[in-house]
């Protein structure tokens, strides 16, 4: 719900991309790569606010939108990318049906 809040509003995307990252924990299936991704996306995020400080000057207000644009574009990347490791998972986890032998063979 936080990435999609965060993928619609980008003022509040980078506060909501910090918050899924605390949440990706709760994930109960493939815990270890959801959390990966989040990380890696608040890395990304990291480096995108430093070379916004760079680029854009001093306006705080023009440093935000620009890390907010670029929170939403993350946020998005990883509904998808966390929607599709579950998914992944899931599918690889999943158990087949015991196959039905005939007595009559």
Do not use: N
């Not at 909501?16 to 959801?34: D, M, N």
């Not at 890390?67 to 690889?92: N, P, S």
């Amino acid at each position: 719900m936080c990435l999609i809040i965060g993928g619609l509003v980008y003022v509040l995307a980078p506060i909501f991309l910090c918050v899924s990252v605390g949440l990706a924990g709760r994930v109960k299936v493939a815990t270890a790569e959801v959390r990966r991704a989040h990380v890696f996306g608040i890395v990304v995020l990291a480096m995108l606010g430093v070379l916004g400080s760079l680029i854009v000057g001093a306006d705080f207000s023009e440093w935000w939108r620009f890390v907010g644009q670029w929170a939403l574009l993350i946020c998005w990347v990883l509904l998808a990318a966390t929607l599709v490791i579950i998914y992944r998972r899931l599918k690889a986890e999943a158990t087949h049906p015991p196959t039905y032998r005939s007595p009559w063979r």
